[in-house]
């Protein structure tokens, strides 16, 4: 018989600060649903996921990607989320339109994002770091209107800014100019990240309007650098989880991707994932 409560072991510890992750598989376990999780531990975080997409990928590139039904999304967030509740959430690849709308409607169902306290990370995901397509091109429309106005945070690279806003980054102004287009689309804070920048700095910069937080870190030499942006935006969603403002989760996550970038492997014939090993070492 239910006791209608969940089970309680003796001396049970107290959970950790969850955090839910809406996004694709990466067969080749570098990006998406593989890179959030491994950073969700790293982090201290507990994560919870809801699958929108199983790719067939390795490092050479995404050979095929499938989208799970809108429906089987959406009850994998309320699932969690009804049950063990949420302290921040995020998405990366969302495949479709229809996903989108889907998700963005469950959010506000739920509780995430928007007006509520459970702050709510969107990485704009649009292609893999090869060129292959990981959103249906109808779909940026949905996370302009639909996904980026429930938005604590988005991150986009600079290829996605210019597909969300058509401004191309080429300096500190444009940099700014970005900013300041992704903020009219409604999110409280955007993050425009240098990665695909050149210059021996990979300059990302924070903005609400009104606070702008240049975090300049080096660049450092190497290609393998596949599930960077995941493990960027997995890592701020952890410290939000934790109690952080945005720019402490952002500065944060900044130090946490420089050194997974500089402690990057190579596996495969082609791009190798950013790393994380060196936390289990319990460096900080
Ligand atoms: N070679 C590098 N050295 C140090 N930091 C990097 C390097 N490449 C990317 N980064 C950092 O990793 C994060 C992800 O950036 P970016 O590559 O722009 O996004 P994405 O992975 O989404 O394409 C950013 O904080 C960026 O500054
Ligand atoms: C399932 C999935 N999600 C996200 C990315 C983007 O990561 P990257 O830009 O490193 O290729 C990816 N390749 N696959």
Redesign the pocket.
Known sequence: MSTGGPPEAAGAKAPPPTALTI????SGG????QADLRTFFACGVHGMTAVT?V?V?NSLG?EDFTEIPSNVVTAQIRAVTGDMGADAAKT??LATAEIITAVAKTLGDVGIGGDSDVPFVVDP?A????G?P?LREEALEAIRTELLPRATLVTPNLDEVRLLTGVEVTDAGSRHAAAEALLALGPRWVLVKGGHDSGPRCVDLLSDGTTHLELDGPRHDTPH??????TLASAVTAELAKGADVPTAVEEGKRFIERCVAEAYPLGGG?GPVSPFWRLAGED
Do not use: E, K, N, Y
């Open positions: 996004a694709g598989s990466d570098g990006a998406g649903i997409a790719t990928q995404v990366g690849m995901v292609a893999s770091m090869h292959d990981l650098t596949h599930g960077g942006g995941d791009i």
